[in-house]
């Protein structure tokens, strides 16, 4: 079967995501994470189509157009494929196998076996809406065995697979007891992209081990690396840093940051925080050392407000609830501890904010603190550098963070050393102070590569590879 789609793009989720209110109506919101931001552009700009889920168990809305013009298509997941696909093998196997094992991967059979199936449906749902020939891009680790099955079922597709999360070196992904199923899965793709050159060797490490032939090495932006696809075809292998569309976070003015820090108590200092609520982020350990830079004295609750915005995610599963509750003890007892009344020291919110809110919140920090222990890049820290063209506020990145490979004039911290968390802190307060030209130079070559390579450049280089991959 095929569709009248030349391009079509398959991801878990829509870009956005069906609400059922509680009047019994429902509603359309964005959806989380980086993913929606980096493609929604590339896709009204191609007049495409995105498979995906509506992020609703049970919800099975009809294909329609959004305003830009972008064909959704969506796919239907059960309540048992929720909990056995997404909460199950997506986020609570690969997720935490791919970032290193921050938590323990559970590793289930019922789970493998809905990850299968719900693939083989995403694919079928491709079928669908492919035309002859067309250009179809799976995304992420939700769907890396789309990219065999659609090898099988419609030859005449070209395949490009992008993974917006960490690959693990491969004494981590031998550990998985489906690990042949999802190599194969994803060898069935023309090209391969990962974040980082990191993550590409890392493949390429891993196909070495089980004797898949592999030739050159992974670079950036450049196809210099292939891998072996089991009917003797070459796939392309490279690194393609993400980015972001600067021209979506709107704008913001003197008098809506000024609105936002009297709202803070007009402190000296604000330090933002803004993440999905995710143990792999770091939100706890970046509060502790605020906390212990209170305790010091080193800061002063008078003078400083820290903002953390921690966007719902993933709350059913017990890493997250935990995770949640650590951070919300952690609020608690900081500002039980300095705060006063009317006036806490940590501003907390567990809510998902509208770009537009955030930029005033981007632009009137200064420091940004984002401190992931393993990130694949990390779009907050890009979006925080592309609200300050004049140089203002300054950057705490961990150097776990994919972003770190390209913002090196943050302010670097280990984040399994709270000494090191603490120290770009102080460095980047301090700085502001004592150094604001050097700050500012700083910020501004940071400034420039984040806008010079934007999410445009990132689909185009991928999108340009990939042609030339079924050349
Ligand atoms: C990360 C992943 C995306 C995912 C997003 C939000 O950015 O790479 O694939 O969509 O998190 O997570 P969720 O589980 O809510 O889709």
Known sequence: MSGDNDFVVVANRLPVDLTRNADGSESWTPSPGGLVAALTPVLSANEGCWVGWPGTPDASPEPFHTEDGVLLHPVSLTEADYRDFYEGFSNATLWPLYHDLIVSPVYDRSWWESYRDVNHRFALEVDKVAAEGATVWVQDYQLQLVPGILRQIRPDLTIGFFLHIPFPGPD?????????????????????????????????????????????????????????????????????????????????????????????????????????????????????????????????????????????????????????????????????????????????????????????????????????????????????????????????????????????QANLCNPFDSESVKAAILQAIQGLAAHPDVMAQRMSVMYEQVTTHDVDAWANAFLSSLRDARR
């Open 172 to 408: 981590l992904f031998r550990q998985l007891p489906w690990r042949e199923e999802i190599v194969r899965g994803l060898l069935g793709a023309d090209l391969l992209g990962f974040h980082l050159e990191s993550n590409a060797a890392n493949f390429l490490d891993l196909l070495r081990h089980v004797s898949i032939p592999v030739e050159g090495t992974a670079r950036t932006r450049e196809v210099q690396a292939f891998a072996t696809g089991g009917d003797g075809r070459r796939v392309g292998v490279a690194a393609y840093p993400i980015s972001i569309d600067p021209s979506s976070l709107g704008h913001s003015d003197e008098a809506a940051v000024a609105q936002r820090r009297g709202e803070l108590g007009d402190p000296a200092t604000v330090l933002l925080g803004v993440d999905r609520l995710d143990y792999t982020k770091g939100i706890l350990q970046r509060l502790t050392a605020f906390e212990e830079l209170l305790e010091s004295g080193a800061l002063d609750a008078q003078d400083v407000a820290f903002v953390q915005v921690a966007t719902p995610s993933r709350e059913r599963l017990e890493e997250y609830r935990r995770a949640r509750s650590e951070v919300e003890e952690a609020v608690g007892r900081i500002n039980g501890r300095f705060g006063a009344i009317g006036r806490p020291v940590v501003h907390y919110l567990h809510q998902a904010l509208p770009k537009r809110e955030l930029r005033h919140y981007y632009s009137a920090a200064d420091v940004m603190v984002v401190t992931p222990f393993k990130d694949g890049m990390n779009l907050v820290a890009k979006e925080y550098v592309a609200c300050h063209p004049d140089g203002s506020g300054s950057l705490v990145l961990s150097e776990f963070a994919g972003a770190a490979q390209e913002l090196t």
